[in-house]
């Protein structure tokens, strides 16, 4: 399992890096923990970016963890 460590602001502006990133991930591990205590702010971007990978690693019957939670939720 790859662990990846999300920091800062993940809004619209930001999400297409973390896309790539993840996507890049995803292809060659078999599970993915996300550690989101960094994060400093986020949009309904992110929140879709988050729910899209989870549903592409459930339909490749990988795991998917968040490690932690967002910073003042």
Same mark, same amino acid.
């Given at each position: 399992?790859?662990? #990846?460590? %999300?920091?800062?602001? /993940?809004?619209?502006?930001?999400?297409?890096?973390?896309? +790539?990133? @993840?996507?890049?991930?995803?292809?060659?591990?078999?599970? #993915?923990? %996300?550690?989101?205590? /960094?994060?400093?702010?986020?949009?309904?971007?992110?929140? +879709?970016? @988050?729910?899209?990978?989870?549903q592409r690693l459930s339909?490749?019957?990988?795991?998917?963890s968040c490690c932690n939670r967002?910073?003042?939720?």
């Amino acid at each position: 399992m790859t662990e #990846l460590i %999300l920091n800062g602001e /993940q809004t619209i502006y930001q999400v297409r890096d973390t896309y +790539q990133q @993840l996507k890049s991930i995803m292809n060659e591990s078999k599970g #993915l923990s %996300l550690s989101l205590q /960094q994060i400093q702010e986020c949009d309904c971007a992110f929140v +879709q970016l @988050l729910l899209w990978v989870k549903q592409r690693l459930s339909a490749n019957s990988s795991h998917c963890s968040c490690c932690n939670r967002l910073h003042n939720w």
